[in-house]
């Protein structure tokens, strides 16, 4: 097939031919929206709505129990998004590529196994799960479906870890050496220096 010069349509006999145009044409920086990931947040409070940008991805869905959450939720962007109240309605939403599951722990794992399902892609909050055995029942969903899981667990791992000034890879370097021994037996308190979820007491 022939096209002209920019590449739209040239006729070939009578009959019309056409090209799909790069997107570099559309100016430089534009991202179609179908390159782009989808994500549903099911719990719109204080974490759900800290999420809405990371890792370039468009909203296009919340969920929450909470009829002034879902509110806030739905403030989150510019644009008319889908609001649901039934965690398994975004789920089943076509549109959504991600679900982000931003609830209370104890229903994390019957989400993730939920969305995993559905064929969706999951982000969860720490704590996973609130058991080993909800833990091993994620694990076996993602792999069953094949789908992707990602725990947010980034503090853990930033240089500074949790703000305490202390230098994470070092740390990380010294147990994967197995110079301490495994398994590992660590006491946390604030008598050692870290007194758990310090930010949110």
């Known amino acids: 097939m022939k096209t002209n010069r920019r590449g739209f349509l040239k006729t070939l006999g009578g009959v019309a031919a056409f090209t799909i145009i790069p997107r570099h044409v559309l100016g430089k920086g534009f991202i179609a929206p179908s390159d ?3 994500k549903g947040i099911i719990g719109t409070g204080g974490m759900g709505r800290n999420h809405v940008n990371y890792a370039g991805t468009r909203l296009v869905a919340v969920c929450d129990v909470d009829k002034n959450h879902l509110e806030l939720g739905k403030q989150l962007v510019n644009e008319k998004i889908a609001a649901y109240h039934d965690f398994r309605d975004l789920i089943l939403d ?5 679900v982000h599951i931003a609830t209370p722990p104890h229903w994390h794992g019957i ?3 939920e969305a995993a399902k559905a064929g969706k892609d999951i982000w969860c909050e720490k704590p996973m799960t609130r058991t080993i055995g909800e833990g091993k029942r994620v694990m076996e969903a ?3 479906y094949g789908r992707i899981f990602r ?4 503090f853990r791992f930033m240089s500074s870890f949790y703000g305490l000034g202390t230098p994470m890879k070092p740390l990380k370097k010294l147990v994967q050496s197995g110079m301490l021994g495994w398994p590992l037996k660590v006491t946390i308190s604030k008598h050692t220096g870290f007194d758990w979820k310090f930010f949110w007491v």
Do not use: E, F, G
Request: proline share 6%.
């Open 94 to 98: 076509p549109n959504v590529d991600i």
């Open 151 to 154: 725990l947010n667990t980034r």
């Open 142 to 144: 993602v792999k069953q």
């Open 36 to 38: 782009q990931l989808t």
């Open 111 to 113: 989400m993730s196994v």
